[in-house]
């Protein structure tokens, strides 16, 4: 038996566009169901009630946007999404495609840990780790 997690995103009316950046970050597949798909009208028809981003490089992150019903309180620093691999190209790849937009709290960088590591909030609010595994 195996057990996977994948990073849940909560989002209010911007979902489509955070799926389609990290799309367009990593390479994956979007696939996207809306409101107005299951014929639902708890939100706007076009807001996302499931998205997820797939890649080949076994990156996953999935995303829906809460409805206007449902509160949705972000909090400081609720969660960290952390990225790790052992291709340093890859990984500054990643860094430079999640870092449009975003603020750098570390810079990509050797660390006492990580061959590389660095810490970034994108344009959508979530705060990314990313590292190479030390070898």
């Known amino acids: 038996m195996s057990v996977a997690t994948t990073t849940h995103l909560n989002f209010r009316g911007r979902a489509r566009e955070a799926l389609e950046f990290y799309r367009s970050a990593t390479g994956g597949e979007l696939t996207v169901a ?9 939100a706007p028809a076009d807001q996302v009630v499931w998205g997820q981003v ?24 609720p969660f960290f999404v952390s990225l790790r691999g ?10 430079e495609a999640l870092g449009e937009g975003a603020s750098v709290a570390v810079p990509l960088a050797p660390s006492a840990w990580a061959p590389l590591y660095g810490m970034l909030t994108d344009r959508f609010g979530v705060t990314w780790v990313l590292d190479v595994a030390a070898g």
Do not use: H, I, K, Q
């Open 34 to 42: 809306t409101y107005g798909d299951l014929g639902s009208d708890a």
């Open 54 to 77: 797939s890649a080949p490089s076994g990156f996953r992150v999935m995303a829906y946007d809460v409805p206007p019903a449902r509160p949705l309180e972000r909090g400081t620093d």
């Open 86 to 95: 052992d291709d340093p190209e890859e990984v500054r790849r990643l860094w």
